[in-house]
């Protein structure tokens, strides 16, 4: 197979070896841990475990600031040398596009979602593209803006996955600006994965959808003078346990304060003995001090649904541990993921809680996926949720496929990456 000079990865959310063992296109590969995505794809532009690049989950607690936040964009969170710089020291190109992180990113194209959020509520919708008039040639190429309200929240759907993959059609097309390495990303296939579960008929139909996504985009690839890599970046499992909400457990503990205003309990994390930050099935509790560290240790062991509990020490030992990391470290029993709410009752929860509010809810809410009551807001209702991934355990590869020779089958994502960081120094 002759080898071209360019070179197109493309992140496909929720592309687990379950899904696709029949093809054999694919080949499976264990991903890293916690298998969600801020984490994974920082793992693969540096090849760093989360201990050497500190994006520890998609939601992060910043100590200054006594808040968590997540989804925050600046490529700045992810610390540690990325596998292109000698690549672009040497003149070569590189793109991001719709990877998170990467805003201000020392790279040479970026597309990315850059809403502003109206103060009188509701949003411009917009991209940051990197160069400034990319969006609206893209916006020209492709026929329409991309509408956000199809990557997330209860309207997301495959129609994100549509717009992305002809732009990145027709980036490749572009000769002034198509990037030597370009990276992409295509979301859809979480969102009915998460809603539905992987073994459900809607499932099927968006692995359908994905698999013609696939063959088109490869097809352009190769018009274009791209060789090309796939890979999942987590599988999802089947939610069969429910939801396990180590918040309420650490708030009956006494150690999780909350401030009362007008019935709502909000967070207080100026206060809080230890809180978790809940993502998928993992959670990282932040403790004040190592009394709290061993209460909340105590409290959590004993919650059905925790299957580990690891401290700094057992963290180390497995890379996981940074400054951002928790003090301890949950990991979720098979078939069941964590919830962030403190709140038991509905009256209880804060004004955020039933509106899609990713950067502020301070851990991950699926239900957002979910029209809620009354018109106008999210579900609460946790049992909704019937996939969910990051605890990466056996059983629990992803899926990979390249138009490259590999010699040996990387065995797991951080190999993946370090075939690619090799493929460029391949061009002198």
Not at 400 to 406: G, H, K, P, Q, V
Request: with cysteine.
């Amino acid at each position: 197979m002759s080898v071209k000079r360019k070179l197109l990865v493309v992140d496909v959310a929720a592309l687990g070896w379950n899904l696709v063992s029949h093809l054999p296109e694919f080949r499976p590969m264990e991903a890293i841990f916690p298998a969600v995505t801020c984490p994974v794809q920082a793992s693969f532009r540096t090849g760093l475990p989360i201990g050497g690049h500190g994006l520890v989950a998609n939601g992060l607690h910043f100590p200054e600031l006594a808040k968590v936040m997540f989804w925050e964009q600046s490529a700045r969170l992810v610390e540690g040398k990325r596998i292109w710089e000698e690549f672009r020291a040497r003149g070569k190109t590189v793109g991001l596009m719709f990877w998170q992180q990467s805003l201000g990113e020392a790279v040479d194209l970026v597309v990315s979602p850059w809403p502003v959020h109206k103060h009188s509520g509701g949003m411009i919708q917009s991209c940051h593209t990197q160069p400034a008039e990319l969006e609206a040639r893209l916006n020209e190429k492709v026929g329409r803006a991309f509408n956000l309200m199809n990557y997330w929240g209860p309207l997301a759907n495959h129609k994100s996955s549509d717009w992305i993959v002809e732009a990145v059609c027709a980036v490749m097309e572009m000769p002034d600006v198509a990037p030597d390495v370009l990276f992409a990303y295509i979301p859809h296939l979480d969102y009915d994965l998460q809603r539905h579960g992987p073994d459900s008929r809607k499932a099927d139909k968006a692995l359908d959808v994905l698999l013609g996504y696939l063959s088109h985009i490869k097809a352009k690839a190769a018009e274009c003078g791209y060789d090309w890599i796939v890979f999942g970046d987590y599988a999802i499992e089947q939610v069969t346990g429910g939801a396990v909400f180590p918040n309420r457990c650490l708030r009956e503990a006494g150690l999780f304060a909350t401030r009362e205003l007008k019935g709502m309990a909000y967070p207080d994390f100026y206060t809080s003995r230890a809180f978790a930050v809940s993502d998928h099935g993992v959670a990282n509790v932040h403790c004040r001090d190592a009394a709290a560290t061993a209460a909340a240790a105590d409290a959590l062991r004993s919650l059905p649904g925790v299957a580990e509990v690891l401290g700094k020490e057992e963290q180390a030992a497995r890379g996981l541990a940074h400054s951002r990391s928790g003090d301890l470290m949950l990991v979720a029993a098979p078939g069941v993921w964590f919830a962030y709410p403190w709140f038991t009752e509905r009256s209880e929860a804060p004004d955020f809680a039933g509106h899609v509010d990713i950067h502020n809810k301070p851990g991950y809410d699926p239900c957002e996926l979910f029209f809620g009551w009354p018109p106008g807001t999210v579900s609460f209702n946790t049992d909704k949720i019937h996939g969910t991934h990051g605890s990466n355990r056996a059983g629990m590869e992803v899926a990979w496929a390249t138009s490259l020779e590999i010699a040996q089958a990387p065995k797991t994502q951080l190999n993946l990456a370090h075939e690619v960081r090799r493929w460029m120094e391949t061009l002198a």
